[in-house]
Nanobody, 124 residues
């Protein structure tokens, strides 16, 4: 079983930056692919970024490519999402997710464990 706790969300002006963290419990963290998703009010949850078990493979939604960077520290059981040049349309609750496969996927059903979410607001 993996438990995930996100942190680092907040209010920032458009053009600013935030770094989200997701701390995982459990000794098998390094065997999981990890993903970041987001959900804005009235919209479906959408894929943002994913990283493989080793960190050697990453993938991004087109809307964040070049602005966001996902990384992980398996020694610290933590995955990060560095968000730069934030836009108002990035405003959402951001969720961390762990999938038992080793490669990141864009589909929510691929992931077995979810955090409680952290609010990110980019004001114009």
């Amino acid at each position: 079983q993996v438990q995930l706790v996100e942190s680092g969300g907040g209010l920032v002006q458009a053009g600013g930056s935030l770094r989200l963290s997701c701390a995982a419990s459990g000794r098998t963290f390094s065997s999981y692919a990890m993903g970041w998703f987001r959900q804005a009010p009235g919209k479906e949850r959408e894929f943002v970024a994913g990283i493989s078990w080793s960190g050697g493979m990453t993938r991004y939604a087109d809307s964040v490519k070049g602005r966001f960077t996902i990384s992980r520290d398996n020694a610290e059981n933590t995955v990060f999402l560095q968000m730069n040049t934030l836009k108002p349309e990035d405003t959402a609750v951001y969720y961390c997710a762990a999938g038992s496969g080793r490669w990141p996927d864009r589909v929510t059903g691929y992931y077995d464990h979810w955090g409680q979410g952290t609010q990110v607001t980019a004001s114009s």
